[in-house]
């Protein structure tokens, strides 16, 4: 009895992933083949249902791409270059959780892009009490067509009393927005815009979002600290006079 009860917590313990809405099952790699809305590329959710990596896959969809249910903590692995579209209303391109709790998220590979081209809302969307980690990769989340805005990462149920934590490491990462979060953590990266430092601060909903100046940050760049360069003023990745020309302007307080 003791057995059976063992193997039935563990195979709970899983998480549970839907694609598009299509049941995934752990250990099977998927492609245009298995689902048609899959336009290259792949992906597969390792046997224990831990790891998702994503090999250089293409897709749109109007609803939630990646959906998780379970209980597990999930890394997702970027292999190669994926572009990833929502083009319909959602709660998040990828979702953890709804009323399960996922502690820990990982973000890790190669590059993807995540786009949204139908309303505002987040690349990735996870419950409370999560860390939530971005670490050596390439994450460009920024709008899509119709300059909807795509937030980057949102707690969907945080309050003053939950855990909500996210860390970017050694990470470049583009986005619009990042909203409903309890702490930010920047490792071996740091922002490069807006040029005013961000910071988290209380909006009118009593929510923590990114802010700049006394407003919401509805773009932002991060970079590894060894791809920022030295005297790049205007943070456009080069050096030539129009930093000098930022640099006057930034004495004078000219924005």
Same mark, same amino acid.
């Given at each position: 009895m003791l057995v059976a009860l063992a193997v039935v917590t563990a195979l709970a313990a899983q998480a549970q992933l839907k694609f598009c809405d299509y049941d995934v099952t752990p250990?099977?790699? @998927? #492609?245009? %083949?298995?689902? %048609? $809305? !899959?336009? %290259? *590329?792949?992906?597969?959710?390792?046997?224990?249902?831990?790891?998702?990596?994503? &090999? &250089? $896959? =293409?897709?749109? @969809? %109007? *609803?939630?791409?990646? @959906?998780?249910t379970g209980t597990s903590d999930i890394t997702v692995k970027f292999i190669g270059e994926s572009t990833i579209t929502r083009t319909g209303w959602a709660t998040g391109t990828f979702v953890f959780g709804s009323s399960s =709790?996922?502690?820990? +998220?990982t973000i890790t590979g190669d590059k993807a892009i995540l786009k949204n081209t139908y309303r505002t809302g987040p690349a990735f969307m996870y419950n409370k009490n999560c860390v939530f980690v971005v670490e050596d990769c390439y994450i460009d989340a920024t709008s899509g067509s119709g300059n909807y805005t795509n937030y980057f990462v949102e707690d969907n149920n945080v309050n003053l009393s939950t855990t909500s934590r996210v860390e970017i490491r050694n990470a470049t990462v583009k986005g619009n927005v990042i909203t409903n979060i309890l702490e930010l953590v920047l490792q071996g990266c740091n922002f490069v815009v807006p040029k005013s430092y961000p910071c988290l601060a209380q909006n009118s909903y009593g929510f923590y979002e990114l802010q700049a100046d006394g407003? #919401? +940050?509805?773009?932002?760049? !991060?970079?590894?600290?060894?791809? !920022?360069? /030295? *005297?790049? +003023?205007?943070?456009?990745?080069?050096? &030539?006079?129009? /930093?000098? #020309?930022?640099?006057? &302007?930034?004495?004078? *307080? +000219?924005?």
């Amino acid at each position: 009895m003791l057995v059976a009860l063992a193997v039935v917590t563990a195979l709970a313990a899983q998480a549970q992933l839907k694609f598009c809405d299509y049941d995934v099952t752990p250990g099977k790699t @998927y #492609t245009k %083949s298995d689902i %048609s $809305l !899959i336009k %290259s *590329g792949s992906f597969k959710l390792n046997s224990s249902g831990t790891l998702l990596e994503i &090999n &250089n $896959l =293409v897709v749109d @969809y %109007s *609803g939630k791409v990646f @959906y998780f249910t379970g209980t597990s903590d999930i890394t997702v692995k970027f292999i190669g270059e994926s572009t990833i579209t929502r083009t319909g209303w959602a709660t998040g391109t990828f979702v953890f959780g709804s009323s399960s =709790v996922i502690r820990h +998220v990982t973000i890790t590979g190669d590059k993807a892009i995540l786009k949204n081209t139908y309303r505002t809302g987040p690349a990735f969307m996870y419950n409370k009490n999560c860390v939530f980690v971005v670490e050596d990769c390439y994450i460009d989340a920024t709008s899509g067509s119709g300059n909807y805005t795509n937030y980057f990462v949102e707690d969907n149920n945080v309050n003053l009393s939950t855990t909500s934590r996210v860390e970017i490491r050694n990470a470049t990462v583009k986005g619009n927005v990042i909203t409903n979060i309890l702490e930010l953590v920047l490792q071996g990266c740091n922002f490069v815009v807006p040029k005013s430092y961000p910071c988290l601060a209380q909006n009118s909903y009593g929510f923590y979002e990114l802010q700049a100046d006394g407003e #919401t +940050v509805a773009d932002f760049t !991060i970079l590894p600290s060894d791809k !920022i360069l /030295d *005297g790049d +003023v205007n943070h456009d990745g080069k050096l &030539n006079v129009t /930093d000098v #020309t930022a640099l006057i &302007n930034k004495i004078l *307080g +000219v924005k």
